[in-house]
């Protein structure tokens, strides 16, 4: 047989490659149809697991707190809303011992880790308000197809949250109480911050691939997307409680849900991450971009579409940027971060006794930013007995961070996966972990004092 003329050969050939190439292409697409559907109809079963979970929980109405706002207004949450088992109170629970509590089943369902909405997924999840915003400004949707946030707003931090900067507290919030994204963040900043500073900011609000979030098949957003930013999850320089799970954590069952930490007050930290103990906000930052936002697998940043910062400038400007960031004023408080006599109510200056006596808080939380920057393992699993809850195994949750108190009313939920939804629920949590016996006049008047930071 005479071979074919050259030509020929090689549109043919050609031909074949496209026609591959239009079959695999369909073949993506399909899959990634079939992803969508698979998750979308298993989507309200795990919601519905996860909402009972937090019904059993806790107390999730809305029941704002006389007189108690965070910096721009919105009204802090009051009262214990962990609930107690049937029968129990605070104080017969606290007069037990860990081996008791232990024995006895009787540690409250709310102290104990707070899974991610999905578990078994994972993945950045965002509050509504930061998605309908984003999309506002930048067409960005954050919405994902399989999930959605799980926390009630009037829980959450206000939402946008004021910039302080260190270098211009003359200013007040110099956000002017707009979300800081890339679309308006050279208009609020220009005239406060050098050019290196504001590149910075720049690569702060500028989206990057992430595990959830990219161009991928495998992704959970319903088109091809840009990414995340930090400030995404650390909304203006603070915190939304946008959630995660932690990337270096193995099984999956023993990952950590993340509270995302406020960037205030970076320029007083020694430690960075809830465990991790980076040394510097360069360190963390890199930490993110390499690893976080792809669950610590190198081979699904690279797929995905990793961005590789340069150490030398663009780390070092987003760190310049973040070293920035300060705590919102604390008119009660003097310059060494006690609570000024003359201002303060009796509730206020009791429970800054207690807070640096009886109550032991100040053993870790040292004025004036009220950390001691270290790491203590609390051992609660000293209360329970290990179990799965929702796909999270309850154990062990080792050394964990020392985290600042400043500024804390801003930033609910507390402890490092959101367990406690107030305060109230942190007094009474570490009321049982440190075994204070704190009757409930000391319990209001810590509450009091914590406010004032």
């Known amino acids: 047989m005479k071979s074919r003329p050259r030509t020929q050969r090689i549109l043919i050939t050609l031909g074949i490659t496209l026609c591959l190439g239009t079959v695999l292409i369909g073949a993506v697409k399909d899959d990634f149809d079939s ?30 707190a006389t007189g108690v706002a965070m910096s721009r207004g919105k009204p802090v949450q009051e009262g214990v ?27 409250p369902a709310g102290f104990y880790p707070l899974p991610h909405p999905h578990h078994e997924a994972g993945g950045m999840v965002f509050p509504q308000p930061l998605i309908d915003e984003t999309k506002r400004q930048t067409n960005r949707d954050l919405t994902r197809f399989d ?27 110099v956000s002017q109480g707009q979300l800081v994204t890339l679309d308006n963040f050279n208009e609020l900043f220009k005239e406060v911050l050098n050019p290196k500073q504001l590149e910075g900011l720049r690569l702060l609000v500028t989206p990057f691939p992430q595990a959830q979030f990219n161009a991928t098949a495998d992704r959970r957003s319903l088109r091809p997307h840009q990414g995340v930013s930090c400030f995404d999850c650390h909304a203006n320089g603070h915190t939304n409680a946008a959630t995660h799970t932690v990337g270096d954590i193995r099984p999956n069952e023993h990952r950590h849900r993340i509270d995302t930490p406020s960037l205030r007050g970076v320029n007083i930290q020694q430690l960075f991450g809830s465990q991790r103990a980076l040394k510097t906000v360069e360190d963390f930052t890199e930490f993110e971009q390499r690893a976080a936002y792809f669950d610590g697998d190198p081979e699904q940043a690279q797929r995905k579409g990793v961005n590789i910062l340069e150490r030398g400038s663009q780390v070092h400007f987003m760190a310049e940027f973040q070293a920035l960031l300060d705590f919102p004023p604390a008119p009660k408080l003097t310059i060494l971060g006690e609570l000024n006599t003359e201002k303060a109510t009796a509730s206020e200056l009791r429970g800054e006794a207690i807070f640096s006596g009886k109550g032991l808080c100040v053993s870790c939380h040292t004025p004036p930013y009220y950390t001691d920057n270290l790491m203590h393992n609390l051992r609660a699993e000293r209360f329970y007995k290990e179990r ?9 949750d080792g050394p964990i961070k020392t985290f600042p108190l400043r ?16 305060l109230e629920d942190t007094v009474e949590f570490f009321n049982l972990v440190l075994e204070l016996k704190l009757n ?13 930071l």
């Open 147 to 173: 999930l959605d946030f799980d926390l009630p707003q009037h829980l959450l931090p206000e939402f946008p949250a004021p910039i302080f900067l260190t270098t211009r507290p003359d200013l007040g919030d």
């Open 81 to 107: 809303r962990v609930k107690l088992p049937q029968g129990m109170t605070w104080d017969k629970l606290a007069a037990m011992s860990p081996e008791e509590i232990k024995e006895k089943n009787l540690w």
């Open 440 to 452: 409930e006049q000391e319990k209001q008047d810590l509450v009091a004092f914590m406010r004032t």
């Open 35 to 64: 992803l969508v559907k698979r998750l979308q109809q298993e989507k309200p079963t795990y919601a519905k697991r996860h909402q009972t979970l937090l019904v059993e929980r806790y107390d999730l109405s809305d029941r704002p």
């Open 407 to 422: 500024g804390i009313k801003d930033s609910p939920p507390y402890l490092h996966d959101d367990r406690l939804m107030t």
């Open 388 to 396: 799965m809850i929702n796909g999270r195994k309850a154990s062990a």
